[in-house]
Nanobody, 122 residues
Framework: QVQLQESGPGLMKPLETLSLTCTVS??????????WSWIRQPPGKGLEWMGV???????YSAPFLRSRSSISRDTSKNRFTLTLNSVTPEDTAVYYC??????????????WGQGTLVSVSS
């Protein structure tokens, strides 16, 4: 059974660097054809897809975050990390990690973590 668990700082101040880690159990992040994603949901708003790291290590970040966001992984610990530089209160959100698959019918975020709230405030 695949499970994903986010961990992060909870509270932050503006201009700090956010680091969130997703620890995966029940599956390897290097298994072929799985993609490991970050999504967030600001208060009162919809889901925002942030980026992905694939089973071979390739990454893609959403254009609106690309200048200050990156995704990396540690295969020995079976986890991947989101880094977001220079956070502002607008980065306050519940952050989720999720596993995605690509099928002929489209792309699917099939397994999600429970989410972790990050609040940015001075």
């Amino acid at each position: 059974q695949v499970q994903l668990q986010e961990s992060g700082p909870g509270l932050m101040k503006p201009l700090e660097t956010l680091s969130l880690t997703c620890t995966v159990s029940g599956a390897s992040i290097t298994t072929n054809y799985y993609y490991w994603s970050w999504i967030r949901q600001p208060p009162g708003k919809g889901l925002e897809w942030m980026g992905v790291i694939g089973y071979a290590g390739a990454t893609y970040s959403a254009p609106f975050l690309r200048s200050r966001s990156s995704i990396s992984r540690d295969t020995s610990k079976n986890r991947f990390t989101l880094t977001l530089n220079s956070v502002t209160p607008e980065d306050t959100a519940v952050y989720y990690c999720a596993r995605a698959t690509i099928k002929t019918s489209g792309r699917y975020l099939e397994v999600w973590g429970q989410g972790t709230l990050v609040s940015v405030s001075s």
